[in-house]
């Protein structure tokens, strides 16, 4: 088990996948999702390296089960596509990719934010582990099906 900073061969695919299988279980996201997730990580991917985008991945046995990455932009850290493979839940995997991505947040950028939905309270509860805070809540489906998006803050502890 480890975990590695960067692109690797396959990580577009493995990402995809893992969200698309994950969250078709959970909330029963579809085809448009796995689109938008698709199209949107490899145009991330396109633009690495750049110092203020970052992408860690979990391996184990030469496969990618977990990602977690900071888009930033200015000074504002998105981040984006967090996600574990459901049978290595409880194993403090999400913790170790979040502190990977916590220390770049805090050493690079004001603030953070992230999307999510709902009901999906152990990575909630990493989020507000590390600092982020519900800033707001709404019925939407920018992910292909209705659900009650939230999105969550941080001002990086470093911050003035």
């Not at 992230?114 to 019925?139: C, K, N, P, V």
């Not at 292909?144 to 502890?157: A, D, I, K, M, N």
Request: a neutral charge; one cysteine or more; aromatic letters at 12%.
């Amino acid at each position: 088990m480890s975990i590695h900073e960067g692109y690797r061969p396959g990580c577009i695919g493995d990402i995809v996948a893992l969200h698309a299988r994950t969250y078709a279980q959970i909330a029963g996201f579809g085809a448009f999702f796995e689109a938008k997730v698709a199209a949107e990580l490899a145009e991330f991917v396109r633009r690495l390296p750049c110092s203020s985008k970052r992408m860690w991945l979990y391996l184990e046995d030469g496969r990618i089960k977990g990602s977690l990455i900071v888009d930033g932009e200015g000074a504002i850290a998105h981040l984006r596509w967090f996600v574990l493979d459901p049978t290595l839940r409880g194993r403090g995997i999400g913790r170790q990719l979040m502190r990977c991505a916590i220390e770049f947040i805090d050493a690079h950028f004001d603030a953070a934010y992230l999307w999510t939905f709902s009901g999906l309270d152990a990575a909630r509860h990493l989020y507000e582990t590390h600092g982020f805070t519900l800033a707001e809540e709404q019925s939407g489906q920018q992910w292909g099906t209705r659900v009650t998006e939230q999105r969550f803050v941080r001002v990086p502890r470093n911050a003035g």
